[in-house]
């Protein structure tokens, strides 16, 4: 799609890297664009670690001008340990980046340039801290805008679903944050100091998956950081965006449902059709919007004190995706926006769907199911969202609905009531809804999962005695779904979901369905609701110029996601290429290279047999000084009955020269995933 970039902005804009001095005598390397005014102006902040003078510098340069050009200043900030900055890497979101957050924060206010007022925005990881530091309540953060990011650090990120382990990205992503972490420094930025920061930092790195395999229920380790714990304690203006397909969406339900009770926070709340990414970027699956103008009108409201009538927009801003075939990839979805001035919202009811048939029925699925689950991070790539799901309705047991005489519009999180009978202690419930046309296609609308020994509290194990017949609920990810007259609704359950849902070793066993006492529950819209409303619209995109990164052709290149089935040995093998951005050429001469596949193998009878191996070579190179490194990476993880196994491998050189080498394995009970 085409993007807008203005000839110019309201103001002229300078760019500047400046170093942000931190209490503890480290500094921390930022990245700065301010108008060119006598004025003092407002803040805002981005602040992650994903290496503002490379990996983020493209869509930095979308933005961060952009805002600049608008009366702000516009500053990107690596965490400490990471890019350039100063300081040893620690684990995601701990109480050392929080603080160093609040000490930028407070630099930033009480420059001459700036008028005291700070916002903080972000996506994902920069989503995240700007949620978790506004709960902490610096006196300059006056509003943040959250995109794709959570409130529960536990059971909606990367870690750990329905009290689950989540293996394709609990393991994929700390793979990728250790090839992240084991970057270098760039000599052009930080002079010949980076070879020592670089090997000083080494040592002290440590993969995340042996903390996050440490911490299997909902303990404090994951409360911290969780703004879920408390809401009152937010005092900032928040904006919280999501995707319906992001994984993260659920977060924005929550806050427009929590923030207003709670305090003083005022919040609205906007969920497009979008993936893992910022709604103006123009990636699948679409529309995009105007989301930097819209951004501006909350910056201006709340930094600016001008009446930009964004408060005046309902507290929910959704999309509503009409019925669609099963794709890996849309450009664009049909559908339209509405908006609800409370939430839960008095237009939607919850309305039970029960379950025909008499059963009981024995849900035993091959460990394999869930391979045509699509990517948990859907980034706007050919291969990210699930096929046509009728393979994996056949790997599951199903209830459909009677043909639907009329249209049923759903907004929300649905949820299952289900009658269960477990004869192991230990095993998983994974429910998926799906849209099933006339032609029997079937197009995933949404899913959840319970981990049986979760039942009772995600902070909590209790296994299930063998033989025991006992009812449990639990919710679906939210979604805006229309689905037509014609068409059926259908509930699919199965005991398997890999290489999503890490499998319990008695998982073969399965559980069994008492359907007479079991339910579908979905949260079903009024269409009426809208009537006389005004119109919900959005400006087309726009952005700053790109930055003027090359892309050199590739090769021959991989499949993105290639399912290959041993059917002699039983065993099913998928291989991931996540395509973070492989080659590009940056106009300061940087040339950077990264590559990673992800493996993912199970044979489908044996939930012991599940393992995940994810490889990264990353290199960095600048052709007119001479200088490269490079990183080589290596996680791998397996389990047993009593243990999950884990090793992880880093290799670094300069040029041709090994400077480090480094290898970790350990053995981690598995105390309920």
């Not at 989301?291 to 004190?305: A, G, N, P, V, Y």
């Not at 939607?348 to 869930?370: A, D, I, K, W």
């Not at 007479?516 to 949260?523: K, N």
Request: aromatic fraction near 10%; hydrophobic fraction near 35%; charge should be negative.
């Amino acid at each position: 799609m085409n993007i807008r970039t203005p000839d110019q902005f309201p103001h002229r804009v300078v760019r500047e890297d400046v170093w942000i001095p931190m209490p503890s005598g480290e500094r921390l390397y930022a990245r700065m664009w301010r108008p060119v005014t006598d004025e003092p102006v407002p803040v805002l902040l981005e602040y992650l670690p994903y290496r503002l003078s490379d990996w983020t510098a493209p869509r930095d340069a979308q933005r961060h001008p952009w805002y600049a050009g608008h009366g702000y200043a516009s500053v990107r900030v690596d965490v400490r340990g990471h890019g350039n900055s100063e300081g040893m890497p620690g684990d995601e979101y701990d109480e050392q980046e929080l603080a160093d957050g609040e000490a930028v924060i407070a630099w930033l206010a009480a420059q001459p340039w700036s008028n005291g007022k700070v916002g903080m925005f972000g996506i994902s990881w920069g989503g995240f801290n700007s949620l978790q530091l506004a709960a902490r309540a610096p006196e300059a953060l006056k509003a943040i805008v959250t995109v794709c990011s959570t409130d529960d650090r536990y059971d909606n990120d990367v870690h750990y679903m329905g009290g689950s382990v989540l293996a394709v990205d609990m393991h994929a992503w700390a793979s990728t944050m250790l090839a992240f972490v084991s970057r270098p420094p760039d000599p052009a930025q930080v002079g010949d100091a980076w070879r020592d920061m670089w090997l000083r930092r080494m040592e002290k790195v440590e993969p995340f998956i042996h903390t996050w395999l440490d911490h299997q229920t909902r303990d404090a380790y994951w409360r911290h950081g969780s703004a879920c714990e408390d809401y009152a304690s937010i005092k900032a203006a928040v904006l919280a965006v999501g995707g319906w397909h992001d994984p993260y969406r659920d977060t924005v339900l929550r806050l427009v449902e929590n923030l207003p009770e709670a305090g003083d926070a005022p919040v609205r709340g906007l969920i497009g059709p979008w993936s893992h990414q910022y709604p103006d970027r123009g990636l699948p699956p679409g529309p995009a919007i105007g989301f930097l103008q819209e951004t501006l009108r909350w910056w201006d409201h709340w930094l600016k004190d001008q009446d930009t009538g964004v408060m005046d927009e309902p507290l929910l801003r959704s999309w509503i995706s009409e019925s669609h075939p099963p794709a890996t990839v849309y450009d664009r979805l049909p559908g339209r926006w509405v908006g609800d001035t409370a939430w839960p919202s008095p237009a939607v009811t919850m309305t039970s769907y029960e379950l025909p048939g008499s059963g009981p029925f024995l849900v035993r699925s091959p460990q394999h199911t869930g391979v045509d689950a699509g990517r948990f991070f859907p980034f706007g790539n050919d291969a990210d969202l699930p096929p046509d799901q009728r393979e994996e309705d056949g790997r599951s047991v199903c209830f459909d609905s009677a043909v639907l005489d009329g249209r049923v519009e759903v907004l929300g999180r649905p949820r299952v009531r289900l009658r269960v009978t477990s004869r192991v202690p230990r095993g998983q419930i994974i429910a998926r809804v799906c849209d099933v046309a006339p032609d029997g296609s079937s197009t995933l609308v949404t899913r959840g999962v319970l981990n049986l020994t979760a039942r009772h509290g995600r902070d909590k194990v209790v296994p299930w005695e063998p033989g025991a017949t006992e009812d449990v609920t639990f919710e679906l990810n939210g979604i805006g779904h229309a689905f037509p007259a014609g068409h059926r609704i259908r509930l699919a359950l199965s005991s398997a979901y890999w290489p999503w849902i890490w499998p319990q070793a008695d998982s073969a066993a399965g559980w069994e369905l008492d359907p007479a006492a079991s339910a579908l529950e979905l949260p079903v819209r009024d269409p009426a609701a809208d009537q006389g409303a005004p119109a919900i619209r959005f400006a087309e995109p726009e952005q700053a110029e790109p930055l003027g990164v090359r892309y050199p052709e590739a090769g021959d290149t991989r499949p993105e996601r290639l399912l290959v089935r041993d059917v002699a040995a039983g065993e099913w093998r998928l291989e991931v290429d996540p395509r973070y951005g492989g080659t590009r050429v940056y106009p300061d001469g940087l040339e950077f290279t990264e590559n990673a596949l992800e493996t993912y193998t199970v044979k489908e009878d044996d939930p012991l047999s599940a393992r995940a191996v994810s490889r990264w070579e990353v290199g960095l190179r600048r052709p007119e000084t001479g200088w490269s490194a490079r990183v080589e990476t290596r996680s791998e993880l397996g389990a047993d009955r009593d243990d999950f196994i884990a090793h992880n491998e880093v290799v670094c050189w300069e040029g041709e020269t090994e400077v480090f080498r480094r290898s970790w394995e350990r053995r981690i009970p598995r105390t309920a995933g």
